[in-house]
């Protein structure tokens, strides 16, 4: 097919059609406890382009493909010609010429787009220095399941303006909600997704602010994979940013608390609160398997 559809951020999918993979991950989810064969796609070919480390990611998309009857194929710049300066668009054609269906995590966003345009099957991003989408869907499936429609709450992020804060500005748009983002000066997402998202999203430094009255409360690694050396600097300059009991106390009672993972307890997050029996963030780690079969599924069949 010439043109298939790619999901490189929550802005590729309507709002409706979100909607319907998050309904359609909590019911694989519900069919795989109980055992069911999920082996609708045999054969299918995975591609799996990893630029940077990952530990759900490529569990969980190996995993779900092999759930879905067909094969996951692990591909690191190291080893194959990426790495050695072929083109991203020369790749696209020829990877997407065997496979079904790609995922890349990498750092630039351009790289996703340049790989997608010149791609035959679709494209998922799995992770770039702006967006990952993929993590919104198991965190709006685990509200979801947790609370219901997310429509017209309050969520708060607390910390860099980084991917996952970018993920969460498409998201406030996509699933209605409003979002309080609090970051230290100079690490704020982007002012031009910010104001384009202007009507649901605010910037502001103080975290208890952003907290206040909050029903899901969101944060992430103050360092992303890149950053590495500027990880001291930056824990200077985030220790305001914790998420723990005393932040928490400002939110709604019933309030939420989700991580992506991986986590540095004492940093970004208290150990109580990781380790809280309550928490969520471990059932938000596993919906990345049943959140991606549903985007599978649904990007399978969109290219048949
Ligand atoms: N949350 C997430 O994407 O984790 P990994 O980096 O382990 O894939
Ligand atoms: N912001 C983090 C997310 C890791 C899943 C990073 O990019 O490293």
Known sequence: MSNPRHFLTLMDFSPAELQQIIQRAIE????HRAG?????????VLAMIFAKSSTRTRVSFEAGMAQLGGH????????TQLGRGEP??????????MVDIVMIRTFGHDIVE????????????????????????????????QRGSIAGRRVCWVGDGNNMCQSYINA???????????????????????????????????????????DLVVTDVWASMGQEEEEQERAVQFAPYQVNAEL????????LYMHCLP??????????????????????????????????ETLLLANR
């Not at 928490?248 to 309030?255: G, N, Q």
């Open 36 to 44: 069911a064969d999920q082996r609708d796609f045999p054969g299918a």
């Open 114 to 145: 340049r790989f997608a345009a010149h791609s035959s099957v679709p494209v998922i991003n799995a992770l770039t220095d702006d967006y990952h989408p993929c993590q919104l869907l198991a965190d709006m499936q685990t509200w979801v399941e």
């Open 263 to 296: 986590a540095h307890r004492g940093e970004e997050i208290s150990a109580e609160l990781m380790d809280a029996p309550d928490s969520v963030i471990w059932e938000e780690a596993e919906n990345r398997l049943h959140a991606q079969k549903a985007l599978m």
């Open 88 to 97: 991203i668009e020369d790749s696209a054609r020829v990877i997407s010429s």
């Open 172 to 214: 406030a748009r996509q699933f209605d909600f409003e979002l309080r983002i609090a970051c230290p000066a100079g690490f704020e997402p982007s002012a031009d997704l910010v104001a384009a998202n202007a009507d649901r999203v605010s910037v502001v430094q103080d975290p208890f602010a952003a907290a206040d009255g909050a």
């Open 248 to 255: 928490m106390s400002h939110a709604a009672k019933d309030a």
């Open 72 to 79: 996951a194929m692990f591909l690191s710049p190291q080893d």
């Open 28 to 31: 694989m989810k519900r069919d």
